[in-house]
């Protein structure tokens, strides 16, 4: 729903997978900026880049029609 919610569920599932930062940005082929904005709740990121992360996460991006 947010750029923070996102975030956030990317730094839980980040934590819970005892990765770094810098561990997970060179696994997804990010650099470190972009996963801290990410991390931070940034609204305006490559969307490429968010599936790369969740995709390294085992995370995946769901899009809905709203009230579905």
Request: proline share 0%.
């Amino acid at each position: 729903r947010s750029g923070t919610q996102l975030g956030a569920a990317v730094r839980l599932a980040r934590e819970r997978l005892n990765l770094t930062q810098a561990a997970l940005a060179k696994r997804a082929a990010v650099g470190l900026k972009f996963l801290y904005e990410l991390e931070s709740g940034k609204d305006t990121l490559r969307a490429d880049k968010v599936l790369d992360v969740l995709a390294v996460l085992g995370l995946e991006l769901v899009v809905a029609a709203k009230g579905a």
